[in-house]
């Protein structure tokens, strides 16, 4: 079994940047394909980036390419999250996904491949 643990929400400006961790203990976290979501209150949960294991580029979805960076130390079993220029739009709970395989699908923003998920963390973009 892996858990999965999201950490570095907080209330910041918009314009301004935080730095959201993902670290993950029980398992080889190196061997799992990492997927960042977000769900905003009444919205629909949505893909924000996806990292391969080994052999991929990152993805990210159209809202946040270009602002936000995925990353991994894999000898720290730790998945970051960089998001720049922070709009009130990116206001959320973030969530850390394991997918099931060391490649991100093709269809990386669908829910279902993830098996291990995070208990979320609450981004908050002010005006």
């Known amino acids: 079994q892996v858990q999965v643990v999201e950490s570095g929400g907080g209330l910041v400006q918009a314009g301004g940047s935080l730095r959201l961790s993902c670290a993950a203990s029980?398992?080889?976290?190196?061997?799992?394909?990492i997927g960042w979501f977000r769900q905003a209150p009444g919205k629909e949960r949505e893909g924000v980036s996806c990292?391969?294991?080994?052999?991929?580029?990152?993805i990210y979805g159209d809202s946040v390419k270009g602002r936000f960076t995925i990353s991994r130390d894999n000898a720290k079993n730790t998945v970051y999250l960089q998001m720049l220029r922070l709009k009130p739009e990116d206001t959320a709970v973030y969530y850390c996904?394991?997918?099931?395989?060391?490649?991100?699908?093709?269809?990386?923003?669908?829910?279902?491949?993830?098996?291990?998920w995070g208990q979320g963390t609450q981004v908050t973009v002010s005006s």
């Open positions: 990292f391969s294991s080994s052999g991929g580029n990152a």
């Open positions: 029980g398992s080889e976290f190196s061997i799992y394909a």
């Open positions: 996904a394991a997918d099931t395989s060391p490649r991100c699908s093709g269809t990386w923003y669908i829910r279902g491949w993830y098996e291990y």
